[in-house]
């Protein structure tokens, strides 16, 4: 990133309206700490730039525009924007934004899990646990895999459907130190983000939060890809066969953010 505007992480739709942020000053300051990644199929694609935060004291936002420096004009996204089929909400995710505290996270990999799929959480019907993910969409699903990995998933579509987007895999925008201490792992490669719950510090506690209201964990405005990548989703082997095969793993072709296997995975 040039120290002028900052290079996003997915090839930009040139129609999307997406404000840069003049340059600041190189001092080091965590909290604000902003990263440089060029779309590469590099696992080297980030390097480390600092920003200043500004010298007037700031307090949180309670309307949708972001305080962090480096998203001074981007919008949280609003309920209605969920509230669609998981099948449709999946792509529209890929290079949206999720900030927590002083991380920033880009969508680079999702899958759908729709109403009546036999690999979603929802087949069991409501119970404490998948209570979420029949509420209406914009809320958060968090989970643990395995007793062990933190999945963190976006509600989708109108309540009682019982459908959500799975964010698989993200790329570092804000926040890096922080990040690597939450993951224990001093590492600037994409697997530092295959699984972006415990980057973001979240726990099962976190399910059921609104993803559209300032504050916590949001869910902000970002470019859409250029080109995305669609296969199959990864570790269903339970569900039917039709459910197995249909292509509802998304990811933004180009980028080194995205987990594996990537060999199932073709442009759409």
């Given at each position: 990133?040039?120290?002028?505007?900052?290079?996003?992480?997915?090839?930009?739709?040139?129609?999307?309206?997406?404000?840069?942020?003049?340059?600041?000053?190189?001092?080091?300051?965590?909290?604000?700490?902003?990263?440089?990644?060029?779309?590469?199929?590099?696992?080297?694609?980030?390097?480390?730039?600092?920003?200043?935060?500004?010298?007037?004291?700031?307090?949180?936002?309670?309307?949708?525009?972001?305080?962090?420096?480096?998203?001074?004009?981007?919008?949280?996204?609003?309920?209605?924007?969920?509230?669609?089929?998981?099948?449709?909400?999946?792509?529209?995710?890929?290079?949206?934004?999720?900030?927590?505290?002083?991380v920033v996270l880009?969508?680079?990999e999702v899958e759908a899990y729709r109403p009546n799929d036999s690999a979603c959480h929802g087949r069991f019907g409501v119970t404490a646990r998948t209570a979420p993910v029949f509420g209406p969409g914009g809320h958060a699903y968090v989970y643990l895999c395995y007793g062990l990995h933190t999945m963190l998933n976006v509600v989708a579509d109108k309540e009682g459907a019982g459908a959500a987007v799975l964010i698989r895999a993200c790329a570092p925008v804000c926040g890096l130190e922080t990040i690597q201490e939450r993951r224990g792992q001093q590492t600037e490669k994409p697997i530092l983000l295959t699984g972006p719950g415990k980057a973001l510090g979240i726990t099962t506690e976190w399910s059921n939060h609104p993803l559209y209201t300032p504050g916590g964990l949001e869910l902000l405005d970002g470019p859409e890809p250029d080109k995305i990548l669609i296969g199959p989703r990864v570790g269903i082997e339970y569900a039917l066969p039709e459910h197995v095969n249909a292509l509802w793993r998304f990811a933004i072709a180009g980028s080194a953010w995205i987990s594996a296997p990537k060999n199932t995975l073709r442009l759409s």
């Amino acid at each position: 990133m040039s120290l002028s505007a900052p290079t996003l992480l997915v090839q930009m739709n040139p129609t999307h309206q997406f404000k840069p942020v003049a340059s600041k000053s190189r001092k080091t300051v965590r909290s604000s700490q902003c990263l440089e990644g060029r779309t590469s199929h590099s696992s080297k694609a980030v390097t480390v730039r600092t920003r200043t935060k500004p010298s007037r004291k700031q307090t949180r936002p309670q309307s949708s525009p972001v305080s962090l420096p480096c998203f001074r004009n981007t919008t949280i996204l609003p309920p209605e924007f969920f509230q669609i089929d998981a099948l449709d909400l999946a792509p529209r995710l890929l290079g949206k934004f999720l900030r927590r505290d002083d991380v920033v996270l880009q969508i680079t990999e999702v899958e759908a899990y729709r109403p009546n799929d036999s690999a979603c959480h929802g087949r069991f019907g409501v119970t404490a646990r998948t209570a979420p993910v029949f509420g209406p969409g914009g809320h958060a699903y968090v989970y643990l895999c395995y007793g062990l990995h933190t999945m963190l998933n976006v509600v989708a579509d109108k309540e009682g459907a019982g459908a959500a987007v799975l964010i698989r895999a993200c790329a570092p925008v804000c926040g890096l130190e922080t990040i690597q201490e939450r993951r224990g792992q001093q590492t600037e490669k994409p697997i530092l983000l295959t699984g972006p719950g415990k980057a973001l510090g979240i726990t099962t506690e976190w399910s059921n939060h609104p993803l559209y209201t300032p504050g916590g964990l949001e869910l902000l405005d970002g470019p859409e890809p250029d080109k995305i990548l669609i296969g199959p989703r990864v570790g269903i082997e339970y569900a039917l066969p039709e459910h197995v095969n249909a292509l509802w793993r998304f990811a933004i072709a180009g980028s080194a953010w995205i987990s594996a296997p990537k060999n199932t995975l073709r442009l759409s």
